[in-house]
């Protein structure tokens, strides 16, 4: 068993607080990752879990024991980090072996695991090899390798793929969560790409300046963000979000409660060439700016009166069309406060309905 639970972690380098009150059960077995702007305090999170950073407060939990004074070697954690740290004298077998050599594990017992775990990461034919006659994607999986040896029962992994190009990136990826799935270990991944926390993730752990924003799965994330941070964190084009009084004369009803921005995800937007009345739409005028064919999907930027904002869609392009109508339903629509919290309770049907009876169009 290695649930870890972050207890009211503090973090403060000197003067700087750069981790708040933190709270957080990461599950056993789960494949959860961390992720947010640089600076938000990913990695120190992560190095406090494995004891390679202490806390200035709080308690942090690994199974049945705070570790808050454990040493990492003893903590049962592997980390891999995102520049891999292998020893360049040493060849592949010797850096997998290393640390086994350190803990006085037999002979035997090594090769023995040296083959099973080489054969999974597919280095079974460079153990020979020194780190530098290998790839980006070799090295990555030198450093899996090594702390897959550990056998440690949690995997704290800091950007590992993030000196990977593109495709061997994608590939890597799909490596991951079928070794997550084989090891069945607890894995905790540091990322600041959300394309690679919605695809890996089964939880996300939205952090920005210390703090968390929001931990769920990654479609309630996108369906369900908690605030404007997270709604425009997860998504590719970001959800757009815009002031209450730009959309109102749009919308030409009335709004209750605290209601400060607006926001709609670009695949919700219906484009026209026509204008169109639609009962319980919210409707506009925009001016087509670019258009992005990326296949099965096209994505528009457009200029509105409301500010700028992006369209996804999946249907044929308006090659000829620059002037469009806009609509988005009621229902799609998401509010949030002043503070940029979502404010649910506005977005009640009947509360939605009300709205769209005026349903106007400036
Ligand atoms: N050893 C240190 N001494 C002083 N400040 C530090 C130290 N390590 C991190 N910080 C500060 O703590 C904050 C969080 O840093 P951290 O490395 O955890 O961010 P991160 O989310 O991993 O960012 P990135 O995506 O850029 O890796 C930053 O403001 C950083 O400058
Ligand atoms: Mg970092």
């Known amino acids: ?12 380098f000197k003067q700087d607080k750069v981790i708040e009150g933190l709270n957080l059960t990461i599950e056993n077995g789960s494949f959860t990752v961390l ?8 990695s120190t999170t992560l190095r406090m879990i494995a004891g390679l950073e202490k806390e200035s407060g709080g308690e942090i939990w690994i199974g049945d024991h705070c570790v808050n004074d454990v040493e990492p070697g003893k903590r049962n954690v592997a980390m891999v980090f995102q520049n891999y740290a292998l020893y360049p004298m040493m060849t592949v077998k010797e850096n997998i072996e290393f640390g086994l050599v350190n803990r006085k594990v037999p002979k035997p017992e090594r090769e023995r695991l040296i083959k099973e775990i080489t054969e999974i990461v597919g280095l079974a034919e460079y153990l020979n090899k020194k780190p530098q006659a290998l790839s980006g994607g070799q090295r990555q999986r030198v450093a899996l390798a090594r702390a897959m040896v550990k056998n440690p029962a949690v995997f704290l992994m800091d950007e590992p793929l993030s000196n990977l190009d593109a495709k061997l990136r994608h ?3 799909t490596e991951l969560i079928q070794l997550h799935k084989r090891l069945g270990a607890t894995f905790v991944f540091v990322t600041h790409d959300q394309v690679e926390a919605m695809s890996m993730g089964d939880r ?24 404007v941070f997270t709604a425009q964190f997860i998504g590719t084009p970001p959800m757009n979000v815009m002031n209450r009084e730009q959309l109102l004369p749009y919308m030409d009803g009335q709004l209750h409660g605290d209601i400060a921005h607006i926001g709609f995800r ?21 001016r087509i700016l670019t258009r992005e064919t990326l296949g099965a999907e096209i994505i528009y930027q457009l200029e509105t009166k409301l500010g700028a904002i992006a369209v996804k869609s999946f249907l044929k392009p308006l090659e000829f069309a620059s002037e469009v109508h806009i609509s988005v339903s009621m229902q799609d629509l998401y509010f949030f406060d002043r503070n940029g919290t979502r404010a649910r309770q506005h ?15 400036a």
Do not use: H, W
Not at 207 to 224: C, H, L, V, W
């Open 347 to 361: 977005e009640r049907t009947e509360e939605r309905e009300l709205i769209a009876l005026g349903g106007g169009y």
């Open 204 to 227: 996300i752990v939205i952090m920005n300046k210390g703090r968390i924003q929001q931990a769920d799965s990654p479609m309630k994330i996108y369906d369900d963000p908690d605030n």
């Open 35 to 42: 992720v947010g702007p640089s600076g938000c305090g990913k």
């Open 266 to 286: 670009p695949e919700k937007a219906i484009m026209t060439i026509e204008k169109k009345f639609q009962p319980g739409y919210v409707q506009f005028p925009a």
């Open 171 to 173: 590939q890597m990826r």
């Open 1 to 12: 068993m290695a649930q870890i639970v972050l207890k009211q972690i503090e973090k403060s």
